[in-house]
């Protein structure tokens, strides 16, 4: 094995935390991993990790080699990205994850565009509403519907995340149409439980700020089920524009209140520091930030 292949190999294990992950990470038995990280601190002539049998962590030289492998490997898929022809067929495989309710409603008909312009590519995605740990589980980017914190994270902004207030025709019709914030008080209300806050907030034209105490009356972590439910006419939700604008759209729900604003989150495209963004990764980034875009095409056909 050459130079470059072992700090691949160190940096998958720094990355992933263990031996063992990132043996599966690079598909090779654990005892190929653990003896040539035996191999390499052998050749240099120091200790790069403190190992015990269920930990190990980072020695001072460990770091140091670390740090430096990341910008030499970094470097040199650098230098191979800008001097390949991009007019080749994409290859390899993307690893991604998306949330749920996003990924099934919109990812699917951009991923099979893109397989189509790019169909030498394997794509591996991980639907779930969870926050994936991105290193620890081997993943090139995620797709994540937040207000971003600092983190070892970088990020690229794919698109705007607007919510609506909106209900049945029926349900209004039933329990009478809210004409201030207020009035949502007197209303059953579908509340999204994947959130930290039970408050819902809306602002004037003026400026003003109008909190409301959610006491809902049916509670999920999924907003498809909520939309399904509001046209049921189980109550009102506060939904994401990209999951109820078909149901808009068509007159199953009604929005409410829609001379105030609701908080608006973005949709990000994310990867880790630590890894080099590959160019058939980068290439799908631009393809879906094109795609969606700051005026995406669900609020393109409903009025919020």
């Not at 001097?83 to 067929?89: G, K, P, V």
């Not at 909190?211 to 439910?229: P, R």
């Not at 604008?245 to 990000?268: C, F, S, T």
């Not at 980034?285 to 009025?303: A, S």
Request: hydrophobic share 40%.
């Amino acid at each position: 094995m050459g130079q470059l292949e072992d700090m691949n190999m160190f940096i998958h294990i720094v990355n992933s935390g263990s031996i063992s992950r990132a043996a599966d990470q690079m598909n090779l038995a654990k005892s190929a991993v653990s003896r040539r990280l035996v191999d390499l601190e052998t050749r240099l002539g120091v200790r790069l990790l403190n190992r015990t049998t269920r930990t190990s962590s980072l020695t001072e030289a460990g770091r140091n080699y670390y740090e430096r492998a990341i910008k030499i490997v970094d470097d040199v898929a650098e230098l191979n990205a800008s001097t390949e022809d991009h007019n080749i067929a994409l290859e390899g495989t993307i690893n991604l994850a998306a949330p749920l309710s996003f990924g099934l409603c919109h990812l699917s008909t951009a991923i099979d565009s893109f397989i189509r312009q790019h169909p030498q590519l394997t794509i591996n995605i991980n639907f779930s509403d969870r926050q994936v740990d991105l290193i620890e589980e081997g993943m090139d980017l995620a797709f994540r519907i937040a207000e971003l914190k600092d983190s070892n994270l970088i990020a690229r902004k794919m698109s705007p995340i607007k919510h609506v207030l909106c209900a049945s025709p029926g349900y209004l019709k039933k329990h009478g149409i809210p004409k201030t914030p207020g009035d949502l008080k007197r209303h059953q209300m579908l509340h999204y439980n994947a959130s930290d806050s039970t408050t819902w907030k809306l602002t004037g034209k003026q400026g003003e700020q109008h909190l409301i105490n959610v006491s809902a009356h049916v509670i999920a972590n999924n907003g498809d089920f909520l939309k399904d439910m509001a046209i049921a006419g189980h109550g009102i939700v506060m939904s994401p524009t990209f999951i109820a604008w078909r149901a808009i759209a068509v007159g199953e729900l009604v929005p409410v209140l829609p001379n105030y604003d609701l908080p608006q989150l973005n949709a990000y495209a994310v990867y880790p520091q630590t890894r080099y963004l590959s160019h058939r990764t980068r290439v799908l980034i631009d393809f879906l930030v094109e795609r969606f875009g700051n005026n995406p095409y669900w609020d393109q056909r409903i009025k919020v």
